[in-house]
T-cell receptor, first 112, second 114 residues
């Protein structure tokens, strides 16, 4: 069965410090990995996906199939990064549909 | 189009009552998903529609739960004989079949069963 683990429930960092959110997964097939973010009083939204290999709002994430990880990183945290972050997995399919399996989330608090 | 909408945003009901939630996806999206989120957890998949066809259901969706998408547009999720364990946030998401299939989420309906 597929599983997504986010070991940290809460990460508190100072503004300007690096931040890394851990995500590990277990899945026997070929996965697609995502990071979703939920800012206070806003809806869940996609932050980035591994197949795009892009940097969004200064965040990057690299899929490491050997370590089955998809950690999210940002070199210099900003106060507006304070939010709940969810790692999610979807099995790779030819037509892009599929349910998302979410981790339990990591709350990030950036203090000035 | 302001994105995925859900109604109501909050629902308080007594145990044993039936409740129905509505989701209106982004207009051109032919795929629609329902998720449930309890406190301290990430969203959990409940069911999925492509147009009006319900293609997958989670084992979380007991026989008290039913979902429909009668004309391939809006969807409803009904819970019969609610239990306190049904208290959760119910999220709807929609996506396009084409492209990367990004799922766009609605604001959710928060259900409290007393």
């Amino acid at each position: 069965a597929q599983r997504v683990t986010q070991p940290e429930k809460l990460l508190s960092v100072f503004k300007g410090a690096p931040v890394e959110l851990k995500c590990n997964y277990s899945y026997s097939g070929s996965p697609e990995l995502f990071w979703y973010v939920q800012y206070s009083r806003q809806r869940l939204q996609l932050l980035l996906r591994h197949i795009s290999r892009e940097s969004i709002k200064g965040f990057t994430a690299d899929l490491n199939k050997g370590e089955t990880s998809f950690h999210l990183k940002k070199p210099f945290a900003q106060e507006e990064d304070s939010a709940m972050y969810y790692c999610a997995l979807k099995r790779a399919t030819t037509d892009s549909w599929g349910k998302l399996q979410f981790g339990s989330g990591t709350q990030v608090v950036v203090t000035p | 189009d302001t994105g995925v909408s859900q109604d109501p945003r909050h629902k308080i009901t007594k145990r044993g009552q039936n409740v129905t939630f509505r989701c209106d996806p982004i207009s051109e999206h032919n795929r629609l998903y329902w998720y449930r989120q309890t406190l301290g957890q990430g969203p959990e998949f409940l069911t999925y529609f492509q147009n009006e066809a319900q293609l997958e259901k989670s084992r979380l969706l007991s026989d008290r739960f039913s979902a429909e998408r009668p004309k391939g547009s809006f969807s409803t999720l009904e819970i019969q004989r609610t239990e306190q364990g049904d208290s959760a946030m119910y999220l709807c998401a929609s996506s396009l079949k084409q492209g990367l299939g990004e799922q766009y989420f609605g604001p959710g309906t928060r259900l409290t069963v007393t």
